[in-house]
């Protein structure tokens, strides 16, 4: 889809921003203030309660407890929902400010954690004043566990239902233990937790005021088939070894910004649009036949290696089947083996993805990735299941008509999900709605030299969480996210442990790989860390420019222009999946997923 934004629009736009970033400060504004409540019963009666009105599930609480904490005692509740989703809900006994946070989670679920990200800096998530909940999405295991798709109602459960029935839940407990409902209903996701994010707004749209979907895997049909599965075999000979190895990337890496502009102003290899950049295998040198020394080279059959992942999932007809590869800038944390022998965090993804919940019908026969051919007839397969778990519905309209606010943001050098499909279904949105109308309600932020979810070379802590509620609460829209490096973030180290089998692998590693190092959260945010730099981030299409002169690794001496997109086209049939009202509801019947 061709952007449609004008030039003299951009012009109107960018001195409003411009006006307005004069006067930026460099902290959220503050939220609305509320005041606390306090709860109408103990934390060991709201165990005892019935809790029953308004959620379409049956609910069985197994427990609630007092939590203490630093920043106060919270009423720990753990509950079943029918038929077996996993919920916990901390609510705060003392300072209770009237606010609903529910988080996503990612990878393929399985864990409950309460804990919060991308809110350190907002005073009442610090303060532990939101009451919290979270759930595993219908079944329990690593969160690359996939033997649970078996049962056809733990797919649906996983697609969309469990995160509304989590959130009639909460809201039916905060009125039993309150005696009052909240004001405000937030969720917060990242990867899959950003696609439940996206999932909520286009199903659901009276859940939440506010969202915040992160890197969401909207895509999802394609992303853990196509996208990663494409990542492995694009890298095998015919003798299935690898060709490209992890030793490789930062030579690749260096040659790539070098010539891709930053577009900031500041060479400091951070790509504002790496959509602008297209790969050139002249940048890097190719080696001799028979070259011992290739340190500063590559191999023909390495540089074809990397021209297929940058372009994404292909057959020979040019049909493409993910909306892009691996964007140029990512190159450190490709999903590459580390040595012939070894396979790729791709590979982890994929495989049981493939096996057993992207297809229609029970557990596939496939034995390893590069079984599961780069075909029109795989990828007609692949999207029968679609309108169950993608959240590519550009059909907005009633979350916007229940006064619901949106934060899409995505890390522009993300290895495992493509921001190209975040930045197309942004502009499917504005194609459906209207880019005035999408303005009043959603805004897209890209984040350069950004992870998965963060980590990278760029600035990665963020506080979204204060920004979305002033939108909310205050009707104030985000004209900039500040974003900060902080001093110990460093690279997220890829690759499995040396020597591991795809089948045997512990596929907690690639939710490493891509997610990070998952340790159980509690219900606040921590206290923003030291940064050694801050950046503003625009909202799309603008990036971040040096004023030209002041401190360059200080956000108050960047100025917002507009990029250019145009480059970045989703070609079909994948573009067939992006659209408004594409979803169905499905039910289990005689066994079997049936949509409705």
Avoid at 94 to 119: E, F, K, M, P, Y
Avoid at 148 to 166: E, G, M, N, S
Avoid at 345 to 363: D, F, N, R, T, V
Avoid at 538 to 553: E, L, M, N, W
């Amino acid at each position: 889809m061709k952007d449609r934004f004008s030039l003299s629009y951009a012009l109107v736009i960018m001195a409003v921003f411009l006006l307005f970033f004069a006067e930026l400060p460099q902290v959220a504004a503050a939220p609305k203030s509320l005041a606390a409540v306090r709860p109408v019963m103990s934390c060991s009666a709201l165990g005892a309660a019935s809790i029953t009105k308004g959620v379409d599930a049956g609910v069985s609480i197994t427990s609630a407890q007092e939590l203490k904490t630093a920043q106060g005692t919270f009423c720990l509740v753990s509950a079943t929902l029918s038929p077996s989703i996993g919920v916990q809900v901390a609510l705060p006994e003392a300072r209770w400010t009237q606010r609903l946070l529910q988080v996503g989670c990612g990878g393929l679920c399985g864990q409950i954690n309460l804990g919060l990200s991308d809110a350190k800096g907002c005073v009442p998530a610090m303060n532990g004043e939101f009451a919290v909940s979270s759930t595993d999405m219908g079944h329990s295991g690593s969160m690359m566990d996939a033997a649970w798709a078996l049962d056809p109602q733990k797919r649906i459960d996983f697609a969309y239902r469990a995160q509304h029935v989590t959130a009639q839940f909460t809201k039916a407990i905060i009125r039993t233990f309150y005696g009052q409902p909240q004001q405000y209903a937030y969720f917060m996701g990242c990867s899959d937790g950003g696609r439940e994010a996206l999932m909520e707004a286009q199903r659901y749209p009276e859940d939440f005021n506010g969202i915040s979907a992160g890197a969401p895997a909207a895509w999802f049909s394609t992303q853990n088939s196509f996208f990663h599965g494409w990542n492995v075999t694009a890298n095998l000979r015919a003798d299935g070894t690898p060709v490209l190895l992890q030793s490789r990337l930062a030579l690749l890496h260096e040659a790539v910004i070098t010539h891709c502009p930053t577009l900031s102003g500041v060479s400091d290899g951070l790509l504002e649009n790496p959509f602008a950049c297209q790969f050139s295998r002249t940048w890097i040198r190719q080696c001799a036949p028979g070259q011992q020394d290739k340190s500063a080279c590559m191999t023909s059959e390495e540089l074809q290696v990397v021209e297929n992942l940058y372009h994404g999932a292909h057959d020979d007809r040019e049909n493409q089947f993910v909306p892009a590869g691996l964007p140029p800038g990512s190159e450190l944390r490709w999903p590459v083996p580390a040595k012939a022998g070894d396979p790729s965090m791709s590979e982890m993804m994929a495989l049981p993805a493939l096996q057993y919940i992207l297809l229609p019908g029970g557990k596939q026969s496939l034995k390893q990735v590069s079984d599961f051919a780069f075909s029109s007839e795989n990828f007609r397969r692949i999207a029968e299941l679609a309108p169950l778990y993608n959240a590519t519905n550009t059909n907005l309209k009633p979350f916007k008509a229940a006064g619901g606010r949106l934060i899409l943001w995505h890390g522009l050098a993300d290895d495992s999900i493509s921001p190209a499909g975040t930045v197309d279904y942004f502009r499917g949105v504005q194609h459906t709605m209207g880019m005035k109308e999408t303005d009043s309600f959603m805004r897209l932020f890209l984040l350069p030299g950004v992870a998965h979810c963060g980590n990278g070379e760029g600035p990665d802590q963020v506080d979204l969480l204060s920004a979305l509620m002033d939108w909310t609460e205050r009707g104030v829209a985000p004209a900039s996210l500040i974003a900060g490096k902080t001093e110990s973030a460093g690279l997220r180290p890829s690759g499995p442990p040396p020597g591991a089998a795809p089948d045997k692998a512990d596929t907690q590693d690639a939710s490493a790989h891509f997610h990070g190092v998952q340790k159980q959260g509690l219900p606040y945010a921590e206290a923003p860390a030291a940064v050694t730099m801050t950046r503003p981030v625009f909202p799309y299409p603008y990036v971040a420019r040096y004023r030209g002169k002041g401190d360059r690794s200080s956000a108050a001496d960047y100025v917002p222009v507009p990029a250019d997109y145009d480059s970045l086209r989703v070609g079909s049939p994948v573009s067939s999946l992006l659209g408004p009202d594409n979803q169905r509801a499905y039910s289990v019947v005689n066994g079997r997923l049936v949509s409705q």
